[in-house]
Nanobody, 122 residues
Framework: QVRLVETGGGLVQAGASLRVSCTASGLPINSIAWFRQTPEEEREFLARIRLSGDSQYYGDAAKGRFTISRDHAKNTVDLEMNSLKPEDTAVYYC?????????????????WGQGTQVTVSS
C-alpha cells in the first residue's frame, strides 16, 4: 500500500519562501505531483516529477516561482516556493501515480497525502 505524507507547511509573510516535502512509501510510483486547493476552488495542478529520470513539468500557477525536485538522500519530493503571495494560501497535496505516463489532472493520480496548510499573510 502506498502512503504519502506531506510536511513543511506553515504561516509565512508575502514575499517569503517555503519548502513543502512529500515522503512516499510502499512503491512503486512512477511520478509524483503537487496540487493545491482552497475551499472556493477546484484542486489545482502545480507540478510533477517522474521518479525515473527526474523530468519535471509545471502548471501555469507554478511556472517561474515554484520548483519541484527530488531529494534522493531523504527520499522526498520537494516543492520549493518563492515570492509567495497571499493568493498562494491553500492546502497543498502531493499525489502519486503508479500508472505509466503522466497527468496534470486530479483523476490521473492514484494516491494522495493528507495535505499541508500553507498560509501567506499580506
Amino acid at each position: 500500500q502506498v502512503r504519502l505524507v506531506e510536511t513543511g507547511g506553515g504561516l509565512v509573510q508575502a514575499g517569503a519562501s517555503l519548502r513543502v516535502s512529500c515522503t512516499a512509501s510502499g512503491l512503486p510510483i512512477n511520478s509524483i505531483a503537487w496540487f493545491r486547493q482552497t475551499p472556493e476552488e477546484e484542486r489545482e495542478f502545480l507540478a510533477r516529477i517522474r521518479l525515473s529520470g527526474d523530468s519535471q513539468y509545471y502548471g501555469d500557477a507554478a511556472k517561474g516561482r515554484f520548483t519541484i525536485s527530488r531529494d534522493h538522500a531523504k527520499n522526498t519530493v520537494d516543492l520549493e516556493m518563492n515570492s509567495l503571495k497571499p493568493e498562494d494560501t491553500a492546502v497543498y497535496y502531493c499525489a502519486g501515480r503508479s500508472r505509466l505516463g503522466t497527468s496534470v489532472f486530479r483523476e490521473g493520480y492514484d494516491y494522495w497525502g493528507q495535505g499541508t496548510q500553507v498560509t501567506v499573510s499580506s
